[in-house]
């Protein structure tokens, strides 16, 4: 069994551990020399680049992704030479663009913030007049750790996006209501091509300054909250033909709303505690989903998981440099390096772990974490 994987990010050099246990053989296909991936790069190749992705699609019995900004004409190109592709052009599609994302999810009558498509500085005014004053814009494609999203009061704060959006295409930016909520959480599921679903328990997130900072698992107090998450995440892998895992972030509304924010087709940060406090981490369950083979029970190991970031800091260097303080007073702590330099905001890894109370299991992950951060 051959996995090939588009992209050589740090969710590609997770799935290495779980291949390899497998024994499935998985090879990536690395924008550069030196990537996260490296270990499993047999290729560097242009992912925009028809003909080196079908070159490196030779080899392989089925592809799939470490992020979805692969072109909907290499995904054809793909198709049309006879490969098998999870998840496929179709679902990948809601996924690559945010207007799209708001579009189908309506369509299919998932709960979504208020929205609308803005093309130039009066409809954004017009917006803002219509939802309190206040309004977040954002870039259709492309966009992540929050780049390509911002909080506007003024209609014309988004002009430099509506040029650069003119100029590079069809000038539509996104826009929807600054909703106010309690918290973020996330649901992960992961679905095979045969149609078996199965879900891992919801988590709660910590976003700072657009980047995803801490993850609880489960997520606390979620009430029903939980199965009514479950149910959209399901139903919305299901419509939309989604192979493989798929993330669904979510805001716990003030108002009461349960609402999806976006989508991902793709192992997700907030499913990295999986690797220590699940049967079966989000990169296993994803190689199978993609192989087509029965899943794994995503049931946690552990009453409470915590996740850290490891976002670098000014320090420079590895976090493999901090190993020994931080094993020496962590013992109980999982530390997981992407092979990345650190620099300011840079994700260069994660700390997970797992405990018996919520409180105390995030003092710990914290702690630990902080060694690679200051
Ligand atoms: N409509 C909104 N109302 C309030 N906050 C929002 C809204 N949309 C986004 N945010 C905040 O901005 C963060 C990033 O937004 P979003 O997930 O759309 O962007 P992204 O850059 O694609 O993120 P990612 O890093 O998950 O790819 C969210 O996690 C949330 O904290
Ligand atoms: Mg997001």
Partial sequence: MRVGVIGGGQLARMMVPPAVALGIDIRVLAEVEGSSAEIAATAVGDYRDAGAVLEFARDVDVVTFDHEHVPQAVLAALVDAGHAVHPGPAALAVAQDKIV???????????????????????LGAFLADHGGSAVVKTPRGGYDGKGVRVVRRADEADDWFAAAQAAGDGRLLVEELVDFRRELAQLVARRPSGEVRAWPLVETVQREGVCAEVFA???DAGPFADEARAMTQRIATELGVTGVLAVELFEASDGRLLVNELAMRPHNTGHWTIDGAVTSQFEQHLRAVLDLPLGDPSPTAACSVMVNVLGGPAGGTMPDRYPAAMAA????????????????????HVTVTGGELDETLARARAAAGFFQG
């Fill in 101 to 123: 994302m708001r579009e189908r999810l309506t369509a299919i009558g998932v709960p979504v913030p208020r929205w609308a498509v803005v093309r130039d500085a009066a409809g």
């Fill in 218 to 220: 489960p997520a606390p």
């Fill in 330 to 349: 962590h013992p109980e702590a999982k530390f997981h390096s992407y092979g990345k330099q650190s620099r300011p905001g840079r994700k260069v890894g």
